[in-house]
């Protein structure tokens, strides 16, 4: 059984940094797609980035394009999502999730499995 279990999340001033953390577990993730998503309140889950495990692909949202790094340490099964000057807008709940899927996917019903998020929030 997969799960996906994130932490790191927290409240920063506008132009502060976050690091968030998914511990990945149950299967062997090589051949997984993993990626981050964020739900804002009153908003739809949007994608937010995804990195193939092995490594060899990574795509970004526009908004975040530049601030966030996603990257993963396979002797952990982690994943991770750097988030550097962070904006008020960035604030929401930042979810991990994983898919089997060969296309470097950025749709949220792509994605199979999901943790139960962690709470971003962003102070002006």
């Known amino acids: 059984q997969v799960q996906l279990v994130e932490s790191g999340g927290g409240l920063v001033q506008a132009g502060g940094s976050l690091r968030l953390s998914c511990a990945a577990s149950g299967r062997t993730f090589s051949s997984y797609l993993m990626g981050w998503f964020r739900q804002a309140p009153g908003k739809e889950r949007e994608f937010v980035a995804a990195e193939r495990w092995s490594g060899a692909s990574t795509i970004y949202a526009d908004s975040v394009k530049g601030r966030f790094t996603i990257s993963r340490d396979s002797a952990k099964s982690t994943v991770y999502l750097q988030m550097n000057s962070l904006k008020p807008e960035d604030t929401a709940v930042y979810y991990c999730?994983?898919?089997?899927?060969?296309?470097?996917?950025?749709?949220?019903?792509?994605?199979?499995?999901w943790g139960q998020g962690t709470q971003v929030t962003v102070s002006s």
């Open positions: 999730a994983a898919t089997r899927s060969a296309v470097l996917t950025t749709h949220r019903s792509d994605y199979n499995y």
